[in-house]
């Protein structure tokens, strides 16, 4: 950190080195610009971004955009020229290993849907006509799954808060792995007893399934900010990148469980895909479709086991910080008192969203037959599926791809998938007997294909993120697993409802979940994105002590607060030069801490490194040419430790 202090302070031209460490030619600012105000947020007058009019800031955003593209582009180039193989690792490592538990959540999940055709014509006394097992519980498969789903979403939130990231995250792929060890081997004395332990097991492999949002969202996201006091650039350029990276693996578990299981038909079933179909290859692909990922799912124990230690860091510096040893009820009810409208947006929006996207998925089937014609062979539905979802990892890549562009971002995006997906819906809904004529089949493809595309383009991939962000630290886990918890709350109505209306009522009910997910999100949900996530836990501080109306920075500019926030009068108290004077007040108090344990003659403190690399010759030579007393007086004085606004 000190070398890229001075490699700041000379590509300004200004002198920084010197054995007496007097620098009386640096101007305050200049001294200070790199760790105040990075120039991927400000420009060269000390401008925030969001404070600029809009010709400014999209100028400022498309040439620091374009830049930082091609520094990307150059580290792929140079990676790729050391070892071709490098990025291709490089990008396991960072997107595919973090997402890994919600690519197994995505591969069984929407396996209900994917197998439960082949299941209803190999089993049809079973599965479709209802003689030999009880209808109740087949329909049980699905509402068993997402009510373990909610169950695992709420314990592990907390638990996550309580005992760590890490705990969270082995806890979760163990669960799922014996889930899957347990839907493999489903048996029963009777086809209904079969059904009975398959719905139980996937109840159980729900939980684990659950944790793997709360878990997943914030262990990525911590990743990407880390745990100092200083934030990084990858943090506020790529950490909307870095989370929906993880979160599109859920997209690709679907593609790949509907790719096997074609592949899977074709090896059971003598190289045929068409009906009628034994209950031994049935079975057969069955078992086997779950057998496969239970393998990458044991590798994912050992992983986070010996290789994730570090998971939990943040955490634990935030918990460090407010001087909290468990879970954080303080924090807690804060969140609830100045964040509960957020709930209201991130629960709501993801309720709202998973009518959509679950009773989409739950029930493709159905809808696929609208498409295509009442078929004997599962396989026209199959690949009706396949192409579907590939549209669908279009829209998860695209999403990742903008979610951290401060011209268009989380909320624009969020807002306009829950109007497209309105729009894509309420049409047909409106003109069914039309739009599903032979001669108009093809509009409609083309309006259910793009639901799904604007579904990943938009909510489904922002209230996975939003979730976590907009929260503190030490709550984080609770805030997310209970948004996703009322979420799946909107899967679990849509299957029950589902149950009881036809296809094209579906059609009538579905489209104004999308229109009130827009509603929320425009006046309940802030707009992070481009916002300093250690700005935010900078506030927290602030509120955590009594203190919110001092507290002047960007994390309360109107730009980063939702519509109800704004109305209150939260954006009253940004003023950017009272913060800049407050973070330099801050930072003397840190380094003055920092310097106090460096010539700490008992030696009994924990020398914190990372901190202490913080300062450059320009800062501390500054802070001991401004600080009107000398180190040692200072530090045999009361300690002052201005890092918290927790202070006397």
Same mark, same amino acid.
């Given at each position: 950190?000190?070398?890229y202090?001075?490699?700041n302070l000379a590509s300004?031209?200004?002198?920084t080195g010197g &054995?007496?460490?007097?620098h009386?030619?640096?101007n305050e600012?200049?001294i200070f610009?790199?760790?105040?105000? &990075?120039d991927?947020?400000?420009d060269?007058n000390?401008?925030?971004w969001?404070?600029m009019?809009?010709?400014k800031?999209?100028?400022?955003?498309?040439?620091?955009?374009?830049k930082?593209?091609?520094?990307e582009?150059?580290?792929?180039?140079? /990676?790729t020229?050391q070892d071709?193989l490098s990025?291709v690792m490089?990008y396991i490592?960072n997107m595919?290993i973090p997402?890994?538990?919600?690519?197994?959540?995505?591969?069984?999940?929407?396996?209900?849907?994917n197998?439960?055709p082949l299941?209803?014509?190999? +089993?049809?006394?079973?599965w479709?006509?209802y003689k030999?097992?009880?209808?109740?519980w087949?329909?049980?498969?699905?509402?068993?799954?997402?009510v373990?789903i909610?169950?695992?979403?709420?314990?592990?939130?907390?638990?996550?808060?309580?005992l760590? $990231?890490r705990w969270?995250l082995i806890?979760d792929?163990?669960i799922?792995?014996?889930?899957?060890? !347990?839907?493999?081997?489903?048996w029963?004395?009777?086809?209904?007893?079969?059904v009975?332990?398959?719905?139980?097991?996937?109840?159980?492999?729900?939980?684990?399934?659950g944790?793997?949002? &709360?878990?997943?969202?914030?262990?990525s996201?911590?990743n990407?900010?880390g745990?100092?006091?200083?934030?990084?650039?990858?943090?506020r350029?790529?950490?909307?990148?870095?989370?929906?990276?993880?979160f599109?693996?859920?997209?690709?578990g679907?593609?790949?469980?509907?790719?096997l299981l074609?592949v899977?038909?074709?090896c059971?079933?003598s190289? $045929?895909s068409?009906a009628?179909y034994?209950e031994?290859s049935?079975?057969?692909v069955?078992?086997?479709?779950?057998?496969?990922p239970?393998?990458?799912?044991?590798w994912?124990?050992?992983?986070?086991?010996f290789?994730?230690?570090?998971?939990g860091?943040q955490?634990?510096?935030?918990?460090k910080?407010?001087?909290v040893t468990?879970?954080?009820?303080q924090?807690?009810?804060?969140?609830l008192t100045?964040?509960?409208?957020?709930?209201i947006?991130t629960?709501?929006?993801w309720y709202?969203n998973?009518i959509?996207? #679950?009773?989409n998925?739950?029930?493709q089937?159905e809808?696929? !037959?609208?498409?295509s014609?009442?078929?004997?062979?599962? /396989?026209?539905?199959w690949?009706?599926n396949?192409i579907?979802t590939?549209?669908?990892?279009?829209?998860y890549?695209?999403?990742?791809?903008?979610?951290?562009?401060?011209?268009y971002?989380?909320?624009n /995006?969020q807002?306009?998938?829950f109007?497209?997906?309105?729009?894509l819906f309420?049409v047909p809904a +409106? =003109?069914?007997t039309y739009?599903?004529?032979?001669s108009?089949?093809?509009?409609?493809?083309? !309006?259910y294909f793009?639901?799904?595309?604007?579904n990943?383009?938009g909510?489904?991939?922002?209230t996975?993120?939003?979730?976590?962000?907009?929260?503190?630290?030490p709550?984080?886990?609770?805030?997310?697993g209970f948004s996703?918890?009322?979420g799946?709350?909107?899967?679990?109505?849509?299957?029950?409802?589902?149950? #009881?209306i036809?296809?094209r009522?579906?059609f009538?009910v579905?489209?104004?979940f999308?229109l009130v997910g827009m509603?929320?999100?425009? +006046?309940?949900l802030?707009?992070?994105t481009?916002?300093?996530?250690k700005?935010?836990? $900078?506030?927290?501080?602030?509120?955590?002590?009594?203190?919110?109306?001092?507290y002047h920075g960007v994390?309360v =500019? &109107?730009k980063?607060?939702?519509?109800?926030?704004?109305f209150r009068g939260v954006?009253? #108290?940004?003023?950017a030069?009272?913060?800049?004077?407050q973070k330099?007040e801050e930072?003397r108090?840190?380094? !003055?801490?920092?310097?106090?344990?460096? @010539?700490?003659?008992k030696?009994?403190?924990? @020398? %914190?490194?990372?901190?202490?690399d /913080?300062?450059?010759?320009g800062?501390?030579?500054?802070f001991?040419?401004?600080?009107g007393r000398?180190?040692m007086?200072? @530090?045999?004085?009361k300690?002052? %430790?201005?890092s918290?606004?927790e $202070?006397?």
């Amino acid at each position: 950190m000190a070398a890229y202090a001075q490699d700041n302070l000379a590509s300004d031209g200004i002198q920084t080195g010197g &054995p007496n460490g007097h620098h009386n030619d640096l101007n305050e600012r200049a001294i200070f610009d790199y760790l105040i105000h &990075p120039d991927d947020s400000y420009d060269s007058n000390g401008v925030y971004w969001a404070d600029m009019n809009i010709l400014k800031r999209s100028k400022f955003v498309g040439s620091y955009d374009l830049k930082e593209a091609g520094r990307e582009l150059a580290s792929i180039g140079r /990676m790729t020229a050391q070892d071709p193989l490098s990025p291709v690792m490089y990008y396991i490592k960072n997107m595919v290993i973090p997402g890994a538990g919600l690519g197994l959540e995505g591969y069984v999940l929407f396996s209900i849907g994917n197998v439960t055709p082949l299941l209803q014509a190999g +089993f049809k006394s079973c599965w479709s006509t209802y003689k030999t097992c009880n209808e109740e519980w087949t329909r049980a498969v699905i509402y068993l799954e997402i009510v373990g789903i909610i169950c695992g979403q709420i314990l592990v939130g907390y638990l996550g808060d309580w005992l760590g $990231r890490r705990w969270g995250l082995i806890q979760d792929a163990t669960i799922m792995f014996i889930g899957l060890v !347990m839907l493999t081997a489903s048996w029963g004395t009777t086809l209904n007893g079969w059904v009975i332990c398959y719905a139980w097991s996937l109840f159980f492999y729900g939980v684990g399934v659950g944790g793997e949002y &709360p878990m997943t969202a914030t262990a990525s996201m911590e990743n990407a900010v880390g745990s100092g006091k200083v934030s990084t650039k990858e943090d506020r350029l790529h950490r909307g990148r870095k989370v929906t990276s993880a979160f599109l693996m859920q997209g690709w578990g679907q593609f790949l469980n509907q790719a096997l299981l074609i592949v899977l038909l074709f090896c059971f079933h003598s190289g $045929r895909s068409k009906a009628p179909y034994s209950e031994k290859s049935v079975q057969w692909v069955y078992r086997v479709s779950f057998a496969i990922p239970a393998i990458g799912t044991l590798w994912l124990v050992y992983y986070r086991t010996f290789k994730m230690k570090a998971a939990g860091r943040q955490l634990a510096a935030a918990k460090k910080n407010s001087k909290v040893t468990g879970y954080d009820v303080q924090s807690l009810k804060l969140t609830l008192t100045y964040f509960g409208p957020r709930l209201i947006a991130t629960a709501g929006a993801w309720y709202c969203n998973d009518i959509f996207f #679950y009773g989409n998925k739950l029930f493709q089937s159905e809808f696929i !037959m609208v498409l295509s014609g009442k078929q004997t062979s599962v /396989m026209p539905g199959w690949l009706y599926n396949l192409i579907n979802t590939g549209v669908e990892l279009i829209g998860y890549y695209l999403a990742s791809f903008l979610i951290d562009n401060k011209l268009y971002g989380r909320k624009n /995006m969020q807002q306009v998938g829950f109007l497209m997906c309105f729009v894509l819906f309420v049409v047909p809904a +409106f =003109h069914y007997t039309y739009y599903t004529d032979k001669s108009h089949i093809h509009a409609f493809q083309a !309006m259910y294909f793009l639901s799904s595309f604007f579904n990943q383009f938009g909510p489904n991939a922002v209230t996975f993120l939003v979730a976590a962000e907009v929260y503190p630290t030490p709550i984080r886990a609770t805030a997310h697993g209970f948004s996703a918890a009322v979420g799946k709350c909107g899967a679990l109505t849509a299957a029950v409802m589902y149950d #009881y209306i036809s296809t094209r009522q579906k059609f009538y009910v579905v489209p104004w979940f999308g229109l009130v997910g827009m509603i929320l999100t425009f +006046f309940f949900l802030p707009d992070t994105t481009g916002l300093d996530l250690k700005e935010q836990e $900078r506030r927290w501080q602030f509120i955590r002590a009594g203190r919110e109306h001092e507290y002047h920075g960007v994390a309360v =500019h &109107p730009k980063h607060l939702s519509f109800w926030e704004n109305f209150r009068g939260v954006g009253k #108290y940004y003023n950017a030069e009272l913060d800049y004077q407050q973070k330099i007040e801050e930072l003397r108090g840190d380094w !003055m801490t920092s310097q106090a344990r460096k @010539h700490d003659e008992k030696g009994g403190f924990n @020398h %914190d490194e990372e901190q202490d690399d /913080m300062w450059s010759d320009g800062i501390s030579s500054y802070f001991e040419r401004t600080s009107g007393r000398s180190l040692m007086q200072g @530090h045999n004085e009361k300690k002052y %430790d201005s890092s918290s606004p927790e $202070r006397d």
